[in-house]
């Protein structure tokens, strides 16, 4: 399957406690996207990486959330001492970076927060 | 602001008929255009991409762009009931990296 990976799939965490979410771009695509998506809303973009770079994070809260996107492995989305305003689904993208941007989604990672 | 206008529906049309899906954006500047369609419960899905001023088809789908009216549709031929979904309009504004900022969605249904 070469499409982007995401897992897992759903999280359940308590309040205060931390969650991390991953995303594998599309093979031969090196550009990373988070988006996320609260229940009855659109999808909100959160932050967009390349390898070992941030380059746009406009979308983040400022506080509890970071991602990064290493030279080897998948793009981590961290979320700290989660509240219950949290619960939603994640979603990341990933294009080639081309002229297109032609951004392709992963499955998402609902996240609840108990 | 930089914002991404569509009417949230549901729009009704027939299995068979024509869909309308339309979509209003902000910034004129703007150079990218994507209609995405998501399931409930699913991710969104690529249906299409367009630049230029004027219709680009694929299949049953035509994306229909005109900048001067800051404008963007997608148009379903020969509905069919799997093709009741949601449908996201999303724009890569000028100036914002490749990030895209994405309407609230039309919802469709296809009805027998």
């Known amino acids: 399957n070469a499409g982007v990976m995401q897992n897992p799939r759903h999280l359940v965490r308590r309040r205060g406690q931390e969650a991390r979410l991953r995303c594998s771009p599309m093979?031969?695509?090196?550009?990373v996207y988070w988006y996320r998506q609260l229940p009855e809303e659109g999808l909100k973009f959160m932050v967009y990486l390349q390898k070992e770079n941030i380059i746009d994070e406009s979308g983040m809260p400022k506080e509890r959330f970071s991602a990064e996107f290493p030279k080897e492995g998948p793009s981590i989305l961290r979320i700290q001492q989660v509240v219950r305003g949290d619960s939603a689904a994640y979603f990341c993208?990933?294009?080639?970076?081309?002229?297109?941007?032609?951004?392709?989604f992963g499955p998402g990672t609902r996240l609840t927060v108990l | 602001q930089k914002e991404v206008e569509q009417n949230s529906g549901p729009l009704s049309v027939p299995e068979g008929a024509i869909a309308s899906l339309n979509c209003t954006y902000s910034?004129?500047?703007?150079?990218?255009f994507f209609w995405y369609r998501q399931y409930s419960g699913k991710s969104p899905e690529l249906i299409m991409f367009?630049?230029?001023?004027g219709d680009k088809e694929d299949g049953r789908f035509t994306a229909q762009l005109n900048k001067a009216s800051q404008y963007v549709s997608l148009l379903i031929r020969d509905s069919q009931p799997s093709d009741s979904a949601t449908y996201l309009c999303a724009v890569n504004f000028a100036g914002t990296a490749s990030k895209l900022t994405f309407g609230t969605g039309t919802r469709l249904q296809v009805t027998l």
């Open positions: 993208a990933s294009s080639p970076g081309t002229r297109a941007d032609t951004q392709y």
């Open positions: 093979k031969g695509h090196s550009h």
């Open positions: 910034d004129r500047g703007s150079q990218s």
């Open positions: 367009i630049y230029s001023n």
